[in-house]
C-alpha cells in the first residue's frame, strides 16, 4: 500500500528552523513528483514547494524563497523540507505529497496520494 508520513513539525519561536521529512512506503519516490503543501486554518491550501523526479529540479512560492530548501534522499526514500527564518505567518498543517508525473505543479488537484500532515507552529 502506499503511504506517506510526515514528520518533523512542531512549536518554534519566529526566525527558528524545522525540517519535514516525507517518507514514503509501498513505493519507490525515485519515479514520483513530491510537493509540500500547506493549510492554515480559514485559508485556501498553498503549494509550498515541489521537487521533481526527472531532474531534480525545484519549485518554490514566492513567500517561502529564500528561506525553504526541498531535497530528496531516494535510497531513503524521503524528500524534506529545510524551513529557515520562520515566521508567524508560516503557522499550517503541512502535508506532502505525489505525483506520478516527471515536473512539479503548484496545485494541489494534480497529486494523488497524500500523508497525513504534521502542524507547524511558530510562536513567541
Known amino acids: 500500500q502506499l503511504q506517506l508520513v510526515e514528520s518533523g513539525g512542531g512549536l518554534v519561536q519566529p526566525g527558528g528552523s524545522l525540517r519535514l521529512s516525507c517518507a514514503a512506503s509501498?513505493?519507490?519516490?525515485?519515479?514520483?513528483?513530491i510537493g509540500w503543501f500547506r493549510q492554515a486554518p480559514g485559508k485556501e491550501r498553498e503549494g509550498v514547494s515541489c521537487?521533481?523526479?526527472?531532474?531534480?529540479?525545484?519549485y518554490y512560492a514566492d513567500s517561502v524563497k529564500g528561506r525553504f530548501t526541498i531535497s530528496r534522499d531516494n535510497a531513503k526514500n524521503t524528500v524534506y523540507l529545510q524551513m529557515n527564518s520562520l515566521k508567524p505567518e508560516d503557522t499550517a498543517v503541512y502535508s506532502c505529497?505525489?505525483?506520478?508525473?516527471?515536473?512539479?505543479?503548484?496545485?494541489?488537484?494534480?497529486?494523488?496520494?497524500w500523508g497525513q500532515g504534521t502542524q507547524v507552529t511558530v510562536s513567541s
Open positions: 509501498g513505493f519507490t519516490l525515485d519515479y514520483y513528483t
Open positions: 505529497a505525489a505525483r506520478y508525473m516527471n515536473y512539479c505543479s503548484a496545485y494541489y488537484g494534480e497529486y494523488g496520494y
Open positions: 521537487i521533481s523526479s526527472s531532474d531534480g529540479s525545484t
